[in-house]
């Protein structure tokens, strides 16, 4: 479905991701880890062109993304992307910000997207916050407001950019599960994560980045027990 | 102490009749200012050096030079440069209107920066186009977090508008000072003036801290 080839990314000098190429098929979801720095975030926001490569190339569905000619808007339709940090719409309700970009985007009518927004919220638990504002809800709570809020665009894949780290611990579980759900949908989903526990459950495949470098790439019991590379050795050592 | 309110008595209504002139350049002014100066807000920040220059150089005119003089040089100046002499409201709008669309679109600037960097992300990560974020996502918020400063400039406004006098606008400044010269006494009628304005500047305060209350409905 994604097939990334020799992606670069600078910033001025500073060489951030240093080529890297895998493919990630339909429904399939991987868990992109390593340490601060690596790169993992970077790798992220090129694959919906938050950032634009420097050099190398991405194909969704056969379509070169990365050319001159790209229509980034059409891209983003398809990519769902949920941030550590939400980022909702603070001046609309929940239900606006579910109903928000549909409507804008894709033309959905009022009636439409409401009644999708609302079934979404059911599925994350959320049904009776529609009509708050973000600063009403937990951290949490806003997260899962924010996957809903992606899925309401009906994206094909689903890009998660350290989703719990800014949750305080008893609220990571609640957020984990949505995405657990998620997952077995057959939603095609790349998830920057430090909960190992949660990758090694949940993820198909395991990238390991470190220095802007896809230094390791296996499934997770694999990884987790026994990793191949002497850096992504040290790293599971700090971690686990 | 020698005050005879008695005597401009008779001239209060006459005075009083320049509200809704003071009123009508303020508001026409505060449109043209609030508009261009979004418009002037987002030249500034965008990526294309050029237009950031354009609005600069904007601001830096209105801000760097009198606003009496550009009232002048506007109105007195209309006949040599568009071959018509325009009417004094006109010159009056224009003057008022482009000179606080300077100050606005710095205010706005401002505004748009403090949003939080993720809300352009966020917006963008759904596929909204750079007009709709703008619009419907980031102003909203920028606005909400200026209103006490637009509220300042529309009170500046507001008073500063008194400088119409110079161009024969029949304003409250201008109707006060005619009927100092006409009754010889000064100080009475632009007393009352200042009471006017005072008012005008309250009802102004009190009406920004309700706008204000209805859109923190979301903290």
């Known amino acids: 479905m994604i097939k990334i080839d020799e992606l670069k990314k600078n910033y001025g000098k500073l060489e951030v991701l240093k080529g890297i190429s895998t493919e990630i098929g339909q429904g399939e979801v991987l868990a992109i880890i390593g340490p601060s720095g690596s790169g993992k975030s970077t790798f992220l926001r090129c694959i919906n062109l938050l950032e634009t490569p420097t050099d190398g190339q991405i194909w969704f569905k056969d379509q070169m993304i990365t050319g001159k000619k790209t229509n980034i808007m059409k891209v983003r339709e398809n990519v769902g992307m949920v941030f550590q940090h939400f980022h909702l719409f603070p001046h609309k309700t929940v239900l606006e910000n579910l109903t928000y970009a549909p409507m804008k985007v894709k033309k959905l009518s009022k009636a439409e997207a409401v009644k999708q927004a609302r079934e979404l919220l059911t599925k994350v638990g959320l049904a009776d916050k529609e009509s708050s504002y973000p600063n009403r809800l937990s951290g949490g709570q806003k997260q899962r407001v924010a996957i809903a809020r992606a899925l309401a665009m009906n994206p094909e894949v689903m890009l998660f950019d350290e989703p719990t780290s800014a949750l305080d611990p008893e609220m990571v579980k609640e957020v984990l599960d949505v995405m657990k759900s998620l997952a077995h949908t057959g939603m095609t989903m790349l998830i920057v994560t430090h909960e190992m526990g949660f990758a090694k459950e949940v993820a198909d495949r395991v990238l390991f980045l470190d220095q802007g470098l896809l230094v390791e790439e296996s499934a997770p019991e694999e990884f987790f027990s026994n990793p191949k590379s002497q850096r992504a050795k040290d790293f599971l050592e700090k971690v686990l | ?219």
């Open chain 2, 1 to 219: 102490m020698n005050l005879e309110f008695e005597r401009i008595i008779p001239s209060l209504p006459y005075i009083l009749e320049g509200i809704p002139t003071t009123l009508k350049v303020v508001a026409v002014a505060a449109v043209i200012g609030f508009v261009l100066g979004i418009f002037l807000s987002i030249l500034k920040i965008s990526r294309i050096k050029p237009l950031n220059w354009i609005a600069d150089f904007y601001t830096s005119i209105f801000r760097g030079t009198p606003l009496v003089l550009q009232l002048m040089l506007i109105y007195f100046g209309s006949p040599q440069i568009l071959g018509i002499q325009i009417e004094a409201f006109e010159a009056a709008f224009l003057a008022f209107g482009l000179n606080s669309a300077a100050y606005i679109s710095e205010i706005i600037r401002g505004g748009i920066l403090a949003v939080d960097k993720g809300q352009r992300e966020a917006a963008l990560a759904l596929g909204v186009p750079y007009s709709g974020m703008m619009l419907n996502i980031i102003l909203p918020q920028a606005i909400k977090n200026i209103l006490p400063s637009l509220v300042n400039e529309l009170i500046s406004l507001t008073k500063e508008s008194a400088v119409v006098t110079i161009i024969g606008l029949g304003d409250i400044m201008r109707r006060s000072y005619i009927v100092g010269g006409e009754t010889y006494k000064f100080f009475e009628p632009i007393l009352f003036a200042g009471l006017i304005y005072y008012v005008m500047v309250m009802v102004l305060t009190i009406l920004g801290k309700v706008i204000e209350r209805r859109m923190r409905r979301s903290d």
